[in-house]
Each structure stands twice: as structure tokens, then as C-alpha cells.
């Protein structure tokens, strides 16, 4: 049986040349999550697809399938917001690939969980209406591992199962993805980078909201370094791959 959809909100994550005039396109897409589709005479087509398959851009897109097995045929693709403030931007730029990256590691063709695909966009407008790159970074990765079932725990230390007491400095170990508090910590010197109690904080309170609550919060300073730290190394530990494109983050 074929599949037809239509009018399907969706980001371009990745789109390289196919051939002479064809190109295949990753989409994250509201509903289905990812899907990679070929945009035939992408090159050649003046009106259909001029402009629209950039990377980060905002769709509204229609494909066909005709069998499971094949690959989807893109056929319309209305442009929603390209995000133009944010291409002129490079800090922004920067980050918005660091995301793109995190959201190919992390989404399978089956995940199709609509918080992923609101958090991609609210990070999207968030850094195209100019919002400060690192702390957009920060938010949403807090709440990406969370969506993809892999919310560490900032509550109670994966060693001894206790709170660590108020205003006791934690670690976070990537390998129970969770808090090692002061007295575990002292038994494997390896994992030395310390939390301060104000990052754990943030980071519970981030995890407690929803998407429509992000803005207010204001990770700056320590605690938004040592988010990013965190949830970089999270990340290289469960992907078991470098993020390259967080090395041309600034600063
Ligand atoms: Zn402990």
C-alpha cells in the first residue's frame, strides 16, 4: 500500500546532491520524526523547491511511498520560516548545527515523539530572534535527553542512592548518567568535575517544566559551563561518537 501525506510540518536536518538534479533530504517531522526523501530536480525545478531544502529551514511538507521498502518521493514543500536572522548570525549559526547534530544522533526513524519536534523549533526561533546561542543550547539539551528516554537523574547520587545534602558540591557520571555525591566521589578520583548545588538546581528545575516555560530560565556564568560540560560528555557516552560540530562552538 502506498503512503501519501500531505502538508506535514518539518525541519531539514541534512540535504546533499543526488545525482545531477536530485536531492536526498533528512526531515524531522511532526507525527512521523525523521524521514529522509528525494527531491527530484531539486536542481532543475525553478519554483518547487528553490530555497526551501536548507538546512534548519521550516516546512510544510507533502511525500509519497510507494511500498515500505522504497524510498519517499518529496513532492510539495511549502516554506513555514527559514529562520533568516539566525543564517546571519554565526554564534547562532554555530549552535543551531551543534543541535541539527544532536538531533540526527538522537532520533531514530521511529521516534516520533512531538516534544522533540516543538523543542527543535522553539530552539530554531529562539536563536533566530537573537536569544543568547549557549544558554538555547543549554535548555535544550536538559530537555532532549529527557524526551528520548534518557533523563539523568540530578536528584539522589547513583552510588549511595542518598540526596546529596543542600549546598554539597556533586559530580555527574556519564556512565549511570546521574549525581555521584561528595563521599562516593571521594572513591573514584577520576570523576573530579565538580557541580556546584546551584547547577544541579537549575538543571531539576529545567527537567520539572515544559517546553512553553523554557524562557524563563537564565543559565549564565559556572552553571551554564557546566550544564553544557555535562550534557556534552552525556552525549559522546551514550552516542559512543564525538560531536564534532561542538568544537566550533565559541569560547
Ligand atoms: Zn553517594
Given at each position: 500500500m502506498p503512503?501519501?501525506?500531505?502538508?506535514?510540518?518539518?525541519?531539514?536536518l541534512d540535504?546533499?546532491?543526488?545525482?545531477e538534479?536530485d536531492k536526498?533530504?533528512t526531515?524531522f517531522?511532526?507525527d512521523?520524526?525523521k524521514?529522509?526523501?528525494?527531491a527530484k530536480g531539486?536542481?532543475?525545478?525553478?519554483?518547487r523547491f528553490l530555497?526551501?531544502?536548507?538546512?534548519?529551514t521550516f516546512l510544510?511538507?507533502s511525500?509519497?511511498?510507494?511500498s515500505p521498502a522504497s524510498?519517499?518521493?518529496?513532492?510539495?514543500?511549502e516554506?513555514?520560516n527559514?529562520f533568516?536572522?539566525?543564517?546571519?548570525?554565526?554564534?547562532?549559526?554555530?549552535t543551531?548545527s551543534?543541535?541539527?547534530?544532536?538531533?540526527?544522533?538522537?532520533?531514530?526513524?521511529?521516534?516520533n515523539d512531538?516534544n522533540?519536534?516543538?523543542?527543535a523549533?522553539?530552539?530554531?526561533?529562539?536563536?533566530d530572534?537573537?536569544?543568547?546561542p549557549k544558554?538555547?543550547?543549554s535548555l535544550?539539551?536538559?530537555k532532549?535527553?529527557d524526551?528520548i528516554?534518557?533523563?539523568p537523574?540530578?536528584?539522589?547520587c547513583?552510588?549511595c542512592?542518598?540526596?546529596?545534602g543542600n549546598?554539597?558540591p556533586?559530580?555527574?557520571s556519564?556512565?549511570?548518567?546521574?549525581?555521584v555525591?561528595?563521599e562516593c566521589m571521594?572513591?573514584?578520583?577520576?570523576s573530579?568535575?565538580?557541580l556546584?548545588p546551584g547547577?544541579?538546581?537549575m538543571?531539576?528545575?529545567?527537567?520539572?517544566?515544559?517546553?512553553s516555560?523554557l524562557?524563563?530560565?537564565?543559565p549564565?556564568?559556572?552553571?551554564?559551563?557546566q550544564?553544557l560540560?555535562?550534557f556534552?560528555r552525556?552525549?559522546r557516552h551514550?552516542?559512543?561518537?564525538?560531536?564534532?560540530?561542538?568544537?566550533?562552538?565559541?569560547g
Amino acid at each position: 500500500m502506498p503512503t501519501i501525506r500531505s502538508d506535514l510540518p518539518a525541519l531539514v536536518l541534512d540535504s546533499i546532491d543526488h545525482g545531477e538534479s536530485d536531492k536526498i533530504v533528512t526531515f524531522f517531522c511532526q507525527d512521523i520524526g525523521k524521514l529522509t526523501a528525494i527531491a527530484k530536480g531539486a536542481h532543475r525545478s525553478k519554483k518547487r523547491f528553490l530555497n526551501k531544502l536548507e538546512l534548519f529551514t521550516f516546512l510544510q511538507i507533502s511525500y509519497s511511498k510507494s511500498s515500505p521498502a522504497s524510498l519517499s518521493v518529496l513532492s510539495e514543500a511549502e516554506l513555514l520560516n527559514s529562520f533568516i536572522s539566525l543564517r546571519s548570525n554565526l554564534p547562532c549559526y554555530r549552535t543551531a548545527s551543534i543541535i541539527r547534530e544532536f538531533m540526527l544522533l538522537a532520533t531514530g526513524e521511529t521516534i516520533n515523539d512531538d516534544n522533540v519536534f516543538k523543542l527543535a523549533l522553539w530552539t530554531l526561533h529562539s536563536l533566530d530572534r537573537g536569544d543568547n546561542p549557549k544558554r538555547v543550547l543549554s535548555l535544550f539539551l536538559v530537555k532532549l535527553f529527557d524526551f528520548i528516554g534518557y533523563r539523568p537523574d540530578f536528584a539522589f547520587c547513583q552510588g549511595c542512592g542518598k540526596e546529596p545534602g543542600n549546598g554539597n558540591p556533586a559530580t555527574f557520571s556519564v556512565q549511570t548518567g546521574g549525581l555521584v555525591c561528595r563521599e562516593c566521589m571521594a572513591q573514584d578520583p577520576n570523576s573530579a568535575r565538580i557541580l556546584t548545588p546551584g547547577t544541579t538546581h537549575m538543571i531539576r528545575a529545567i527537567q520539572q517544566q515544559p517546553i512553553s516555560r523554557l524562557n524563563r530560565f537564565k543559565p549564565g556564568g559556572m552553571v551554564l559551563q557546566q550544564i553544557l560540560d555535562c550534557f556534552y560528555r552525556y552525549g559522546r557516552h551514550l552516542f559512543q561518537r564525538e560531536i564534532h560540530s561542538w568544537k566550533c562552538m565559541d569560547g
